[in-house]
């Protein structure tokens, strides 16, 4: 397969809003929780979430939130957004200026975006409220660009001047790494030179309080211990918000713009459970055809990996299935790769993960290191058999696994590698 690189990354997360921070964040498993204010009634059981700081989008107009003075959003470009497309502005521009690229390398045909997140139910929510109280015709005219499934690519598309590939992808928390797999198959396939891949979310009381009806959402109060996965006493995942940009060129592009990438990817899998609307397969079943896949794709043995970022969202049911996935394709040498789950220290970004922590595996790859899984005070019984480090490893890394999994059953692994 022609070779693959990521030359760019743009974060908006719990954990940092640039790539430094967020790498000192993983170094020093700090995390991004709080008792949040918009949790704090009574009647609201869930309390901890992991907010975006320096971004305030709580106001029903968007010209009254407040947005970091280093972003660039015009007044006509804020109609049209919600919190988790504003997000996606902007990491947006840190990944275009990570990357090196012009305004040429930007728009032009062999330039495509792929993105992914669940829309804005919050702004949806008030389309709709404002319809049955006012009419229709009250209602404003970008209402619907602003909040349906669509409105990160939109108005990305829009605003940075796409002219490539751009579609949606709406597969829950795989939605992003799916954007990425397709995005990796576009240039494969040499119909794209470079793709942006993008998940966002809002991150808000509407997007993250409908899951504890699920009894999804940890109910516990305490900010350093809500989130924990492959804890013997975890219950449940913290929600957050905001966006990650990855930026994959082909090996023509960087030659020619002689830049130093993060890393290299390789390939990926994805297979589905054929199971379950909302829970995972008891044995991982989609996720380990997942991982097969991805390895057979690249090449890759089970020997040969070093690192997998967990899918690890902190739910009993889902931390136990991905480890009996990665006992069953790996064998014994899952007591030797190092897999952990960032989503200890940012909370599970649904839409957003797979990019997000993506992002994270070409940190990791780049910088020499592997983030622990931070929060752990007693190891699930069902995680027997794995090396799950609970302080990051000052070690470099080859190659590393990224794993999604979404509703449906829906499972992506991508495989990255170290650049040598």
């Given at each position: 397969?022609?070779?693959?690189?990521?030359?760019?990354?743009?974060?908006?997360?719990?954990?940092?809003n640039?790539?430094?921070?967020?790498?000192?964040?993983?170094?020093?498993?700090?995390?991004?929780?709080?008792?949040?204010?918009?949790?704090a009634?009574?009647?609201?059981?869930?309390?901890?979430?992991?907010?975006?700081?320096?971004?305030?989008?709580?106001?029903?107009?968007p010209?009254?939130?407040?947005?970091?003075?280093?972003?660039?959003?015009?007044?006509?470009?804020?109609?049209?957004?919600?919190?988790?497309?504003?997000?996606?502005?902007?990491?947006?521009?840190?990944?275009?200026?990570?990357a090196?690229l012009?305004?040429?390398?930007?728009?032009?045909?062999?330039?495509?975006?792929?993105?992914?997140?669940?829309?804005?139910?919050g702004?949806?929510?008030?389309?709709?409220?404002?319809?049955?109280?006012?009419?229709?015709?009250?209602?404003?005219?970008?209402?619907?660009?602003?909040?349906?499934?669509?409105?990160?690519?939109?108005?990305?598309?829009?605003?940075?001047?796409?002219?490539?590939?751009?579609?949606?992808?709406?597969?829950?928390?795989?939605?992003?790494a799916?954007?990425?797999?397709?995005a990796?198959?576009?240039?494969a396939l040499?119909?794209?030179?470079?793709?942006f891949?993008?998940?966002?979310?809002?991150g808000?009381?509407?997007?993250?309080?409908?899951?504890?009806?699920?009894?999804?959402?940890?109910?516990?109060?305490?900010?350093?211990?809500?989130?924990?996965p492959?804890?013997?006493k975890?219950?449940?995942f913290?929600?957050?918000?905001?966006?990650?940009?990855?930026?994959?060129?082909?090996?023509?592009e960087?030659?020619?713009?002689?830049?130093t990438?993060?890393?290299?990817?390789?390939?990926?899998?994805?297979a589905?459970?054929?199971h379950?609307?909302?829970?995972p397969?008891?044995?991982?079943a989609?996720?380990?055809?997942?991982?097969?896949?991805?390895?057979k794709?690249?090449?890759i043995?089970?020997?040969?990996?070093d690192?997998?970022?967990?899918?690890?969202?902190?739910?009993?049911?889902?931390?136990?299935?991905?480890?009996?996935?990665?006992?069953?394709?790996?064998?014994?040498?899952?007591?030797?790769?190092?897999?952990?789950?960032?989503?200890?220290?940012?909370?599970?970004?649904?839409?957003?993960?797979?990019?997000?922590e993506?992002?994270?595996?070409?940190?990791?790859?780049?910088?020499?290191?592997?983030?622990g899984?931070?929060?752990?005070?007693?190891?699930?019984?069902?995680c027997?058999?794995?090396?799950?480090?609970?302080?990051?490893l000052?070690?470099q890394p080859?190659?590393?696994?990224?794993?999604?999994?979404?509703?449906?059953?829906?499972?992506?692994?991508?495989?990255?590698?170290?650049?040598?």
């Amino acid at each position: 397969m022609p070779r693959i690189f990521i030359t760019g990354l743009g974060f908006i997360t719990s954990i940092g809003n640039s790539s430094a921070v967020v790498e000192q964040s993983l170094r020093e498993l700090r995390h991004g929780f709080e008792r949040h204010p918009s949790f704090a009634a009574d009647n609201i059981p869930v309390k901890v979430a992991a907010p975006v700081r320096e971004f305030k989008t709580d106001a029903e107009d968007p010209e009254d939130w407040t947005i970091p003075g280093a972003y660039s959003v015009k007044r006509e470009q804020l109609r049209s957004l919600s919190p988790n497309a504003l997000y996606a502005s902007c990491a947006m521009q840190q990944a275009i200026a990570d990357a090196k690229l012009s305004p040429e390398d930007v728009s032009n045909d062999d330039t495509g975006l792929y993105a992914a997140s669940a829309g804005s139910p919050g702004m949806l929510a008030r389309q709709v409220n404002r319809m049955n109280q006012h009419g229709v015709m009250r209602c404003p005219p970008l209402g619907i660009v602003a909040s349906i499934a669509g409105t990160v690519q939109f108005n990305l598309v829009a605003q940075f001047k796409i002219k490539g590939a751009s579609t949606g992808f709406t597969s829950a928390c795989a939605a992003s790494a799916h954007a990425m797999g397709f995005a990796i198959d576009e240039i494969a396939l040499g119909r794209q030179q470079r793709m942006f891949v993008v998940g966002a979310e809002d991150g808000n009381v509407e997007t993250i309080l409908p899951f504890a009806a699920m009894r999804a959402l940890s109910l516990n109060p305490d900010p350093e211990t809500a989130s924990r996965p492959f804890d013997k006493k975890r219950d449940g995942f913290v929600g957050t918000g905001g966006a990650t940009v990855l930026v994959l060129e082909s090996e023509a592009e960087v030659l020619r713009r002689g830049v130093t990438p993060y890393a290299e990817v390789l390939g990926w899998g994805q297979a589905s459970d054929g199971h379950n609307v909302a829970i995972p397969h008891p044995e991982g079943a989609g996720l380990t055809a997942a991982m097969r896949k991805a390895l057979k794709a690249t090449g890759i043995t089970p020997a040969e990996v070093d690192h997998i970022n967990a899918h690890g969202t902190s739910t009993p049911m889902g931390d136990a299935a991905e480890c009996k996935a990665v006992r069953t394709v790996f064998g014994e040498h899952a007591a030797r790769l190092a897999m952990s789950s960032t989503k200890a220290l940012t909370g599970h970004g649904l839409s957003l993960a797979g990019a997000m922590e993506a992002g994270f595996c070409a940190l990791a790859l780049k910088r020499g290191f592997i983030p622990g899984s931070a929060h752990i005070s007693e190891l699930d019984p069902a995680c027997a058999g794995i090396n799950i480090p609970r302080t990051t490893l000052l070690e470099q890394p080859r190659i590393v696994l990224n794993n999604s999994s979404g509703f449906g059953g829906a499972n992506v692994c991508v495989v990255l590698k170290l650049v040598a």
